[in-house]
């Protein structure tokens, strides 16, 4: 019963004080990092078996690096190789190197230097990415940045520990060595064989129709994977990471993210009490210059050196702030290392806590730093901190003078829906400017296109480059919701004519985003809903016409309902019937019997009590068309009308 009271109580004791600080507006990790130090044996010491709740704690890591595994897949993560092999090597080499340094500056001895530089290095993946999911920054750039160089840390871990005996002293063995080059070869062909035998192992799992099944399957997938890495010579959670990679390659991947996730929440929250349990509150008390002066020289060296990195690999300068103050903590695995360090005696009782003291605290700063990241860091390049970062952007090659273009489309932002605006404007031969500030893009993207520019969009000089000011519209289409906001502000800052149109993954932001002068805010969770029961609606056969009527209510009354602006009325309070009207584009196809024909002829007008309002034709607009005018092939004609009445000449055009 031992385990099962000091886990109610931990439980217990964590829901009250998240109540707490919830109410006062504090993190979940701080609170989870409180009960801990409240809970644990310097502190009230509620718990009698911390190792118990230590290895509950093992299991939370495991499935927050399963869950990310999930997300992440195995595209994505070729597709950051490039950050992984040389922004995560940089920054492990160079800060492992600084705190040698600074530890044979005050007086260690050169194996304790290089221990401390091991210690060090590591930053908390479980912190980071839990953090990162809950401001839907990991789809960001340097979302994936910082996820690069987290996956690095938790590989190179290995390598360390086994360095671990050689320091101390006592002798390094080619066994080891050879151990880990044969699991990683075992990782490799586990990676590539699932890819085909997993995703049928998990359809035929599903078609029983039992989610208990499924989740136990899942289950068992994510820690035999686990197993079997740390067998060989790996970490338990790269283990769990590289299993949700292969639970990716399943079209189920989104059912089991929602299977394990409250699973996750619960075991991720021990994880954060077992850190807490760990500091000593007495060393803290007793020599609070020592640890605070230490917590602050960890965390500016540790920003510092990504910053380098940043700084080499060309980075935008604000992406390399966010990450630097993203990845200034100590991480979860230097504890594994530390105890690891202990059975050699590299660190006495006192720097032991030191350290302790350092790690926990940097954890709980955490989540105030990363929050505040995002804004700091435009800060600080404004200001012209990062103007030596900004010469990085331009040796890109990107476009530092103002384009000669004008009343064109600015795409901020080029991931999938930046690419699908970009076709349609090229289609419709719409003059456009993208922005995007990701190297890999610009790099792939600069060959094909004159009208790409490399660059940070909550920059001034960037959007002032792309002629914002005589633009018509601004897609603003990223997936940094910060960086969303800061860029609708310098939007309109810059053009108060400019029509901007965002593109938000949740209906809370929509508010936000029109206060800072969005004319349009497109939530995809809003969209996704629609375009579901839309295509359920399909299923029952409703009429096509129905179902676009029916859609077109639902977005006019979710939006409305939204917009709380006091200073505008709703137009149907003063004109009841334009609200029944609509406007519509509609395109003559070849086979129409309305070619040759005009206006008048058609009845347009008087048989189906539609008014043509302009035509596109061959790129030009005719406003106001008088009835004389013939139709041709192609021609779009722009229509106001009852969607009734519209509906009716369905047969002769087409939408455009």
């Known amino acids: 019963m031992g385990?099962?009271?000091?886990?109610?109580?931990?439980?217990?004791?964590?829901?009250?004080?998240?109540?707490?600080?919830?109410?006062?507006?504090?993190?979940?990790?701080?609170?989870?990092?409180?009960?801990?130090?409240?809970?644990?044996?310097?502190?009230?010491?509620?718990?009698?078996?911390?190792?118990?709740?230590?290895?509950?704690?093992?299991?939370?890591?495991?499935?927050?690096?399963?869950?990310?595994?999930?997300?992440?897949?195995?595209?994505?993560?070729?597709?950051?190789?490039?950050?992984?092999?040389?922004?995560?090597?940089?920054?492990?080499?160079?800060?492992?190197?600084?705190?040698?340094?600074?530890?044979?500056?005050?007086?260690?001895?050169?194996?304790?230097?290089?221990?401390?530089?091991?210690?060090?290095?590591?930053?908390?993946?479980?912190?980071?990415?839990?953090?990162?999911?809950?401001?839907?920054?990991?789809?960001?750039?340097?979302?994936?940045?910082?996820?690069?160089?987290?996956?690095?840390?938790?590989?190179?871990?290995?390598?360390?520990?086994?360095?671990?005996?050689?320091?101390?002293?006592?002798?390094?063995?080619?066994?080891?060595?050879?151990?880990?080059?044969?699991?990683?070869?075992?990782?490799?062909?586990?990676?590539?064989?699932?890819?085909?035998?997993?995703?049928?192992?998990?359809?035929?799992?599903v078609h029983t129709r039992n989610r208990e099944l499924f989740l136990l399957f899942i289950l068992v997938v994510c820690f035999i994977t686990a197993f079997l890495t740390f067998k060989i010579g790996l970490s338990l959670a790269l283990g769990a990471f590289l299993a949700g990679l292969i639970i990716s390659e399943s079209e189920y991947s989104l059912e089991a993210m929602s299977s394990i996730l409250p699973l996750k929440k619960i075991f991720t929250s021990i994880f954060f009490i077992s850190v807490g349990m760990l500091l000593d509150l007495r060393v803290l008390i007793s020599e609070p210059l020592l640890v605070i002066s230490s917590t602050v020289v960890v965390m500016l060296v540790k920003i510092a050196i990504v910053w380098l990195v940043g700084y080499i690999l060309k980075l935008p300068a604000r992406s390399i702030w966010i990450t630097a103050f993203s990845l200034f903590q100590v991480g979860e695995f230097a504890f594994i290392l530390s105890q690891q360090g202990a059975q050699y005696n590299l660190l006495d009782a006192h720097l032991s806590q030191i350290f302790l003291s350092v790690s926990v605290i940097s954890m709980g700063l955490s989540p105030f730093v990363i929050q505040a990241a995002p804004r700091i860091a435009a800060f600080l390049v404004q200001k012209g901190s990062g103007k030596k970062v900004s010469e990085t952007e331009k040796s890109t090659g990107s476009n530092e003078h103002i384009m000669n273009v004008k009343d064109h489309v600015v795409i901020i932002g080029y991931g999938m829906n930046g690419r699908n605006v970009a076709r349609g404007a090229r289609e419709a031969n719409i003059p456009y400017v993208i922005i995007d500030y990701n190297p890999e893009t610009y790099k792939k993207e600069r060959l094909k296109r004159e009208n790409f520019i490399y660059g940070d969009a909550s920059n001034h000089d960037t959007l002032l480059r792309a002629n914002v000011e005589q633009a018509r519209i601004a897609v603003v289409a990223t997936h940094d919701p910060i960086a969303t906001e800061m860029i609708v502000s310098g939007l309109r800052k810059m053009s108060a004519n400019v029509r901007i149109i965002v593109r938000t993954r949740f209906m809370h932001e929509l508010d936000i985003l029109q206060k800072l002068g969005a004319d349009e805010v497109i939530p995809e969770e809003f969209e996704t809903s629609i375009e579901i029961f839309s295509r359920v609606m399909k299923y029952y056969l409703v009429p096509e016409n129905d179902i676009d009527n029916f859609t077109d209510a639902i977005r006019k009354e979710n939006y409305q309902m939204l917009r709380k602006r006091a200073d505008i009325e709703p137009i149907e309070h003063e004109t009841p019937f334009l609200s029944s009207l609509d406007i519509k584009r509609l395109r003559v196809p070849e086979n129409s019997e309305w070619i040759n024909r005009t206006l008048e002829d058609i009845g347009l007008r008087k048989e189906y009590n539609i008014n043509a309002i302009a035509i596109e034709r061959k790129g030009a607009l005719i406003h106001n068309p008088q009835p004389d005018i013939s139709l041709s092939q192609n021609d779009i004609l722009v229509v106001i009308g009852l969607p009734s009445d519209i509906q009716r000449i369905s047969r002769y055009v087409v939408k455009a």
């Open 3 to 205: 385990i099962m009271m000091d886990i109610t109580v931990v439980l217990a004791l964590a829901a009250v004080v998240l109540y707490v600080c919830l109410r006062l507006k504090i993190p979940t990790i701080v609170a989870f990092l409180v009960a801990g130090m409240l809970s644990g044996p310097h502190g009230l010491g509620l718990v009698t078996d911390v190792h118990e709740v230590e290895l509950l704690a093992e299991v939370g890591v495991l499935l927050l690096l399963f869950t990310i595994g999930i997300e992440f897949s195995l595209e994505k993560l070729i597709a950051s190789r490039r950050y992984i092999m040389i922004g995560g090597t940089l920054q492990v080499f160079l800060t492992i190197l600084a705190f040698f340094g600074i530890s044979m500056l005050i007086g260690l001895a050169w194996n304790q230097a290089l221990y401390i530089g091991f210690l060090f290095c590591l930053s908390s993946t479980a912190i980071v990415l839990q953090l990162y999911q809950e401001s839907n920054q990991i789809e960001s750039f340097h979302g994936k940045v910082a996820l690069s160089i987290l996956i690095y840390q938790d590989i190179v871990i290995v390598p360390l520990i086994l360095l671990l005996p050689w320091i101390s002293g006592k002798g390094f063995e080619l066994y080891d060595m050879l151990k880990l080059l044969a699991g990683i070869v075992i990782v490799v062909v586990v990676i590539v064989g699932s890819r085909k035998v997993m995703p049928r192992l998990i359809s035929s799992v």
